[in-house]
């Protein structure tokens, strides 16, 4: 790595000594190939990805963003070419969402929807509210990897699993079989639901897909505690309770808090283009790791 090292710092004073246009592009190219071999994309970066969306702050109005959160998402996975799959949903009798599970297949999914995480705030007039105050609400994302039953031990004793009629708008029962299900993992106390499917086995394997991304991400949170790279990153410290947008309506305005950058066109960011966000955010938190790579070989 030392080697690799040394040889973009030269390359970097060359570019930076050079009038050449065409040297410039040569030397360019060649940084970013170094780059490219320096910083080591996270092997979860590839996998598919579980996205949930939970109302938080704001009662009816932060429900209605909770859905519509859900259906920019939805919109985001499609314009990529990736599958969607609906595990649990939690519909509020406004119409909104209390909640969303959503499964995302497709490669690279965790890798760029990984930017999504934190409390999503949204500041505009509610169409319930007669004096016209500015509201603000919040809903909050959390993203994970899709995890394969071998990397992590989940023992089938410390499972409890509930079956129960599946439940549609108002809390009603929508079918008259126990097809959903309710899987609590016993050490952790983390508790998945799905009842999407009519078929019962059809939510268990969805239900378990969601529990082993959950308690892999419980001990992946743990891990990162003790790495100071992870934690200081400013576009992916992974603490879930962090504002990392803001969705101002009046102002036709999304602002990312932290890079921090605003863009324009609400409305078509709301139907699921979201690319220019994230990948602006990737750019920027490659370019940081790439940094502190280069901050310890100074050390």
């Known amino acids: 790595m030392n080697q690799k090292i040394d040889e973009l710092k030269r390359n970097i004073k060359l570019l930076e000594e050079t009038d050449d246009l065409g040297f410039k592009s040569l030397i360019e190219e060649e940084i970013n190939k170094i780059k490219g071999e320096l910083v080591v994309p996270d092997p979860a970066d590839s996998k598919s990805a579980i996205i949930e969306i939970r109302a938080g702050t704001g009662g009816e109005e932060a429900e209605l963003f909770a859905g519509e959160l859900s259906r920019m998402y939805l919109m985001f996975i499609e314009k990529k070419g990736w599958r969607s799959s609906i595990?649990?949903?939690?519909?509020?009798p406004i119409g909104g969402l209390k909640g969303m599970t959503i499964e995302v297949q497709g490669e690279g999914a965790y890798g760029l929807l990984k930017y999504e995480g934190g409390v999503h705030r949204v500041?505009?007039?509610p169409k319930t509210e007669k004096s016209g105050r500015l509201h603000t609400s919040a809903a909050t994302v959390v993203v994970m990897p899709e995890i394969e039953a071998k990397q992590i031990d989940i023992r089938p004793e410390d499972l409890r699993i509930d079956v129960y009629h599946?439940?549609?708008h108002g809390g009603q029962s929508v079918n008259t079989t126990n097809s959903a299900v309710r899987i609590t993992h016993l050490p952790t106390g983390v508790v998945v639901t799905s009842q999407d499917e009519r078929s019962q086995l059809k939510n268990k394997d969805k239900a378990m897909k969601v529990l082993y991304a959950r308690v892999w991400q419980a001990e992946e949170d743990k891990r990162m505690e003790n790495e100071s790279a992870m934690r200081h990153s400013m576009v992916r410290s992974g603490d879930r309770s962090e504002k990392i947008r803001t969705y101002n309506f009046p102002q036709d305005r999304v602002t990312d808090h932290r890079i921090p950058k605003s863009y324009n066109q609400i409305e078509k960011i709301m139907d699921g283009d979201i690319s220019e966000i994230d990948e602006e955010l990737k750019s920027i938190d490659e370019a940081q790791k790439l940094d502190e790579?280069?901050?310890k070989s100074e050390d």
Not at 87 to 92: A, G, I
Request: overall charge positive.
């Open 87 to 92: 595990t649990d949903r939690k519909e509020s």
């Open 166 to 168: 599946a439940s549609g």
């Open 123 to 125: 500041q505009r007039v």
């Open 293 to 295: 790579i280069l901050s």
